[in-house]
């Protein structure tokens, strides 16, 4: 069984990831998928290169999550885990992945546990580099391209999205409350009052369960934060109520 980073990256956040990279085991590697916006990209770093353990894959433009169903329709590995630029991991993390797959082979995907991030666990919101996956059992499982950095309007909530349509397509997701990587700094998701954001949410609140559900979420969510912070909650729902007609005019 071997274990597959899939590592996105764009411009010149490829510099200095190979400072990132364990030293080489035979159950691990890594794939770099990495997205460029000037015309002609510069070369790839030497040191990733020269590395048996590493390939890289490159695309034009932009979109995290575009980047992502790049990596994914290039993985080769059994276990695939989401990755982005900037986190680090150790040893153990790559054993506490493998041991799980190895107990659970039932189990499509697993998502665990991140150090560094202020959240209690098991989370009600998955974050995409706690998200590991059977490659051989998602079939055509990808990101929505509307959702996530990059895109035109959404920048979060991918996902939740993305769990939805595994649980849409029959996948078996579990929670194993184990550390699988070390996250730097502070993440999307933390900044609710970002307007777009805010969009987001309507927007993954209707793409997960429909008219209904996406109204009763975002008021419900808009009154949560008038209580927790004292937000006004008119422009979050109004901004939320934007992201569920985002969505709708999409599947009219």
């Not at 990209?41 to 790049?70: F, K, S, T």
């Not at 989370?123 to 996956?133: A, F, G, K, Q, T």
């Not at 006004?232 to 969505?247: A, E």
């Amino acid at each position: 069984m071997t274990l597959e980073l899939l590592i996105c990256t764009i411009d010149d956040g490829i510099c200095g990831l190979e400072e990132r990279l364990l030293p080489m085991r035979s159950d691990v590697c890594y794939l770099v998928s990495w997205q460029h916006t000037s015309p002609v990209p510069p070369p790839i770093p030497e040191v990733l290169a020269e590395r048996r353990d590493v390939r890289v894959v490159q695309l034009d433009g932009r979109g995290l999550c575009r980047n992502r169903n790049h990596a994914l329709e290039h993985a080769a590995g059994d276990i695939l885990k989401i990755c982005d630029d900037d986190e680090t991991w150790t040893n153990e993390d790559f054993d506490n992945i493998l041991d799980a797959f190895r107990r659970h082979p039932e189990c499509n995907i697993i998502h665990f546990k991140a150090r560094g991030l202020e959240k209690s666990y098991p989370p009600h919101y998955v974050s995409s580099w706690e998200i590991v996956l059977r490659r051989d059992h998602i079939g055509e499982l990808r990101f929505d391209e509307r959702f996530g950095l990059g895109s035109p309007c959404l920048s979060a909530g991918e996902e939740d999205v993305f769990l939805s349509d595994a649980r849409r397509l029959g996948l078996s997701i579990y929670y194993e409350p184990e550390f699988i990587c070390q996250i730097q700094g502070p993440t999307t998701g933390n900044n609710i009052t970002s307007p777009s954001l805010q969009r987001s949410k309507g927007a993954a609140f209707y793409r997960t369960g429909g008219l209904a559900y996406s109204l009763y979420k975002s008021v419900r969510e808009s009154l949560g934060w008038t209580f927790r912070r004292h937000i006004n909650p008119v422009p979050m729902f109004r901004n939320m109520l934007w992201g569920i007609n985002y969505i709708r005019k999409w599947q009219a």
